[in-house]
C-alpha cells in the first residue's frame, strides 16, 4: 500500500509570512494523483489544491501552491502570506489510478498562524 | 447543492449498543466513502462503494462492522456490538464519475461517536 509521510506534526507561523508543509510518498505507480486538504478546528474537511503526476507545472490555487518533485516523490504544500484562518490541520492524500477516487491520508501537520 | 450529509453529528451511546450512521452523498456523485479519524491512526478509509457496489472494505476493523448502500442517495454504516475503541469522528465523502483523475472528495461534517 501507499505511504503518505508528513514529518512536521505541528509548526508555528507569523502572520504573513509564508509556510511550506511537507509530504513525501512511496509509490512505483507512474501515474497517479496528490491532494491537499484543510482541517480547520470546526472538523470538516475543505480541499485545497490537486497536483497529477504527470502535470508539466506545479498547481497553484490562490494563495496555495504545490512544490512538486516527482523523482524525489515530494508534493510540499506552500501558504503565501499566511493569515489567521490558516490554523488548522493540513493532509495531503494520494490517490492511485487504479483504485477507483480513493485517497490515503498522511498523518497531517497542524498550523498555527501567530499574530 | 447540499453538499454531502451525515447524521448525526453526535452519538453518544454505551458499551454493546448498535450504532447506525448514515450518510447522503452529492447527487451524481458515484463514489461513496467511509472514513474514520482518530488521534493516533488519523484518516482510515473503512470502505467504499462505487455505483451502490461495496469496491474495498480492507478497512472495515472487524465484523462489528457493516455498510450498505441500498440507493444513489443513501448510505448507512453501523457497528454492532460498539465498544469504546469505536470512538472516533466518522466521514462520509462522495466523489463524482472519475474522468481525468482530478476529481476531489467532498466531505460530510463527520459523526462525533463517543462509545463509553
Known amino acids: 500500500a501507499q505511504k503518505i509521510t508528513q514529518t512536521q506534526p505541528g509548526m508555528f507561523v507569523q502572520e504573513k509570512e509564508a509556510v511550506t508543509l511537507d509530504c513525501t510518498y512511496d509509490?512505483?505507480?507512474?501515474?497517479?494523483?496528490l491532494f491537499w486538504y484543510k482541517q480547520p478546528s470546526s472538523g470538516e474537511m475543505i480541499f485545497l489544491i490537486y497536483?497529477?503526476?504527470?502535470?508539466?507545472q506545479n498547481a497553484t490555487e490562490g494563495r496555495y501552491s504545490l512544490n512538486f518533485q516527482k523523482a524525489r516523490k515530494s508534493a510540499n504544500l506552500v501558504i503565501s502570506a499566511s493569515q489567521l484562518g490558516d490554523s488548522a490541520m493540513y493532509f495531503c492524500?494520494?490517490?492511485?489510478?487504479?483504485?477507483?477516487?480513493?485517497?490515503?491520508f498522511g498523518g497531517g501537520t497542524r498550523v498555527l498562524v501567530k499574530p | 447543492d447540499a453538499g454531502v450529509i451525515q447524521s448525526p453529528r453526535h452519538e453518544v451511546t454505551e458499551m454493546g449498543q448498535e450504532v447506525t450512521l448514515r450518510c447522503k452523498p452529492i447527487?451524481?456523485?458515484?463514489?461513496l466513502f467511509w472514513y474514520r479519524q482518530t488521534m493516533m491512526r488519523g484518516l482510515e478509509l473503512l470502505i467504499y462503494f462505487n455505483n451502490n457496489v461495496p469496491i474495498d472494505d480492507s478497512g472495515m476493523p472487524e465484523d462489528r462492522f457493516s455498510a450498505k448502500m441500498p440507493n444513489a442517495s443513501f448510505s448507512t454504516l453501523k457497528i454492532q456490538p460498539s465498544e469504546p475503541r469505536d470512538s472516533a469522528v466518522y466521514f462520509c465523502?462522495?466523489?463524482?464519475?472519475?474522468?481525468?483523475?482530478?476529481?476531489?472528495?467532498?466531505f460530510g461534517s463527520g459523526t462525533q461517536l463517543s462509545v463509553l
Open positions: 509509490t512505483s505507480d507512474p501515474s497517479y494523483g
Open positions: 492524500a494520494y490517490r492511485h489510478p487504479a483504485a477507483g477516487n480513493k485517497l490515503t
Open positions: 497536483q497529477g503526476s504527470y502535470d508539466q
Open positions: 465523502a462522495s466523489s463524482p464519475p472519475r474522468t481525468d483523475g482530478n476529481e476531489k472528495l467532498f
Open positions: 447527487s451524481g456523485h458515484d463514489y
